[in-house]
């Protein structure tokens, strides 16, 4: 070996000993590639879920999947990333619409879980991994990484740091996030993943609401309006789209508003913020919708006066206007029953209790998907809350509809079948609308038609007792029955136990001697502050042709002036072949 070899040894060897020296844990991540990742569940791969992909660099991580694979997007859908910024110490969530709007949040590895490292060892495409475990919010989480690919990064960063590449990542034994391939980059690595211009910073919380809500169709109906007694009728011929129109002193509202005309897919629901504006009592609500594809309709009462809609008499010769479906009339189409608590909010001062903070208002959220026929296009929407008061209630209104697959259009959209049959609720009861009654020595009869090819028919009822003393049917539980032609086909007792729940909603509510608060007791089908819940009662036997419904219920007696009622609404819901 000659001089010149011996000094060349002598200064790899240096150049060796001072690369040892000086190199850092992140130089054996010092590749680059991109990993895909798929999901497991229950052992089985889930194939409608769009692969993960992580594109790994020397000191940043993106991860995303690709949009769905359809021919037409929802509206709001997210074009999703998140970024791993190993040299910051932080992570970077960022979205994009199509609109031109981007938001980012950001949260930093110190506030990451604390994983325990242990030495149990799996084999992931070829490389021996190590597992890591942890618990979030009650779920066990178990991590499995490999320190050998030369990568840096996680498919789900914020479960915890792990030192190496994660292979997989398995949720309560049962769904995994695992890689499928790995495509390794021999080439130098880039420098930076991280995005230029995210958008605008948020926080997480508000990030996860912006991406929430630019999915879902929201249609404000109702904003704020007052419910209350002592205000004109609003002078009416045919409804203008987007005015809002007062009846019966002021207690109830009607707008006519054009809504999405949206795919089977999309469920809808109703939200009801209310509050008082200075009336103390519980009192009944409703919103509903007026069906308008017949001769006469509800609206035609409300212009024209109420005795001018198709009258149903009882044995007593009492009439009810407009509850019943005739051949030139369809009732109203009931979205959700609710209560209004005892003065919240207005009177929140007035009375303090040890131990109960007043809530603010009553907020009340209903699925209304099988009413989708009605709540299409241009509708005619109305509100009601029985009530003398002059300052009387605060309501707004939200029609929602929230997706149920990234496609906007599906293939096989049902055809459905809707027939309202009728609605007792009088929410024309300070405009001369009688209370429903007629279950005294009768019961509601009703005559309709089931058209040929109407299949999977069923009946969404609703139904609440009233009569607010100790003998009345508010307080006294009493069995509904529902006949059809005949045969009874659903029988039982609408009975709330649970209404004292619902103390902090009403501050003005009586309290007894015994300890007891009158919110507190329980009810026939409500509770003060609460909706009632529809009951959805399949009519498996129900053929094409003409049918017989009666609903039955045992009327209590009247005491003085006092008196029970019941309001009940149902209609037919199916499908069309």
Same mark, same amino acid.
């Given at each position: 070996m000659n001089h010149k070899q011996i000094v060349s040894l002598l200064f790899l060897g240096l150049m060796v000993f001072c690369g040892s020296m000086s190199a850092t844990p992140r130089d054996k991540y010092s590749k680059s590639g991109v990993v895909t990742y798929k999901a497991i569940v229950n052992g089985e791969e889930e194939k409608d879920m769009p692969a993960m992909f992580v594109e790994y660099a020397m000191n940043s991580v993106k991860i995303w999947r690709n949009s769905p694979d359809v021919k037409q997007l929802i509206p709001g859908f997210a074009h999703a990333a998140s970024y791993v910024d190993y040299a910051g110490r932080n992570i970077l969530f960022s979205v994009n619409y199509d609109d031109g709007d981007a938001y980012y949040a950001e949260t930093s590895f110190d506030k990451l879980p604390k994983v325990e490292l242990t030495e149990e060892t799996r084999k992931i495409l070829g490389y021996t991994c190590k597992k890591a475990k942890v618990v979030i919010n009650s779920n066990q989480i178990e991590i499995w990484y490999t320190e050998k690919a030369g990568l840096q990064g996680s498919p789900m960063p914020t479960v915890g740091e792990? $030192?190496?590449?994660?292979?997989?990542?398995? &949720?309560?034994?049962?769904?995994?996030?695992?890689?499928?391939?790995?495509?390794?980059?021999?080439?130098?690595?880039?420098?930076?993943?991280? =995005?230029?211009? $995210?958008?605008?910073? !948020?926080? &997480?919380?508000?990030?996860?609401?912006?991406?929430?809500? @630019?999915?879902?169709?929201?249609?404000?109906?109702?904003?704020?309006?007052?419910?209350?007694?002592?205000?004109? @009728?609003?002078?009416?011929?045919? $409804?203008?789209?987007?005015?809002?129109?007062?009846?019966?002193?002021?207690?109830?509202? !009607? @707008?006519?508003?054009?809504? =999405?005309?949206?795919?089977?897919?999309?469920?809808?629901?109703?939200?009801?913020?209310?509050?008082?504006?200075?009336?103390?009592? #519980? &009192?009944?609500?409703?919103?509903?919708?007026? =069906?308008?594809?017949?001769?006469?309709?509800?609206?035609?009462?409300? &212009?024209?006066?109420?005795? *001018?809609?198709?009258?149903?008499? #009882?044995?007593?010769?009492?009439?009810?206007?407009?509850?019943?479906? *005739? /051949?030139?009339?369809?009732?109203?189409?009931?979205?959700?029953?609710?209560?209004?608590?005892?003065?919240?909010?207005?009177?929140?001062?007035? !009375?303090?209790?040890?131990?109960?903070?007043?809530? /603010?208002?009553?907020?009340?959220?209903?699925?209304?998907?099988?009413?989708?026929?009605?709540?299409?296009?241009?509708?005619?929407?109305?509100?009601?809350?029985?009530?003398?008061?002059?300052?009387?209630?605060?309501?707004?209104? #939200?029609?929602?509809?929230?997706?149920?697959?990234?496609?906007?259009?599906?293939?096989?959209?049902?055809?459905?079948?809707?027939?309202?049959?009728?609605?007792?609720?009088?929410?024309?009861?300070?405009?001369?609308?009688?209370?429903?009654?007629?279950?005294?020595?009768?019961?509601?009869?009703?005559?309709?038609? !089931?058209?040929?090819?109407? @299949?999977?028919?069923?009946?969404?009822?609703?139904?609440?007792?009233?009569?607010?003393?100790?003998?009345?049917?508010?307080?006294? $539980?009493?069995?509904?029955?529902?006949?059809i032609d005949g045969d009874c086909v659903f029988n039982f007792t609408p009975w709330r136990t649970d209404c004292a729940t619902h103390r902090k909603y009403n501050p003005v509510s009586g309290n007894f001697w015994n300890g007891e608060s009158s919110s507190d007791l329980s009810r026939s089908g409500w509770c003060p502050g609460t909706a009632t819940n529809p009951e959805l009662i399949p009519l498996p036997v129900l053929k094409p042709g003409k049918h017989t419904l009666k609903v039955a219920i045992p009327l209590g007696a009247p005491a003085g002036n006092s008196f029970s009622a019941w309001s009940i609404s149902g209609i037919l819901l199916g499908e069309m072949e």
């Open positions: 792990v $030192p190496g590449l994660v292979l997989s990542v398995i &949720r309560n034994g049962s769904y995994e996030t695992v890689a499928s391939d790995i495509k390794i980059n021999r080439k130098k690595a880039k420098a930076n993943l991280l =995005p230029a211009n $995210p958008g605008v910073l !948020v926080d &997480r919380n508000a990030l996860g609401d912006i991406k929430r809500e @630019k999915m879902v169709i929201t249609t404000r109906v109702f904003d704020q309006e007052q419910l209350c007694w002592g205000k004109e @009728k609003t002078p009416v011929g045919e $409804p203008e789209l987007g005015k809002t129109y007062h009846f019966a002193g002021g207690t109830l509202i !009607v @707008k006519k508003v054009k809504l =999405p005309v949206i795919p089977d897919h999309y469920s809808l629901f109703a939200e009801i913020t209310q509050y008082s504006n200075g009336d103390a009592y #519980d &009192r009944t609500g409703s919103v509903f919708v007026i =069906p308008t594809n017949r001769e006469q309709s509800f609206w035609d009462g409300l &212009r024209d006066g109420m005795n *001018t809609l198709p009258i149903y008499y #009882d044995n007593d010769s009492l009439d009810y206007q407009g509850v019943t479906l *005739t /051949d030139n009339y369809e009732p109203l189409v009931e979205l959700v029953r609710f209560f209004t608590p005892f003065g919240i909010r207005h009177f929140n001062d007035r !009375v303090k209790i040890k131990n109960v903070e007043w809530e /603010d208002s009553t907020f009340y959220k209903q699925d209304v998907t099988a009413l989708k026929p009605y709540l299409q296009d241009e509708v005619l929407v109305g509100a009601f809350i029985g009530n003398y008061d002059k300052g009387g209630h605060i309501v707004s209104l #939200d029609i929602k509809a929230y997706p149920g697959s990234y496609e906007w259009q599906t293939e096989n959209e049902k055809k459905s079948f809707s027939l309202p049959l009728f609605n007792t609720c009088n929410v024309m009861e300070m405009g001369g609308q009688r209370y429903g009654t007629m279950f005294k020595q009768d019961s509601l009869t009703v005559t309709f038609e !089931v058209p040929e090819g109407a @299949k999977n028919l069923q009946l969404r009822y609703i139904t609440t007792g009233h009569g607010g003393w100790g003998g009345g049917d508010e307080f006294n $539980p009493k069995t509904n029955e529902i006949f």
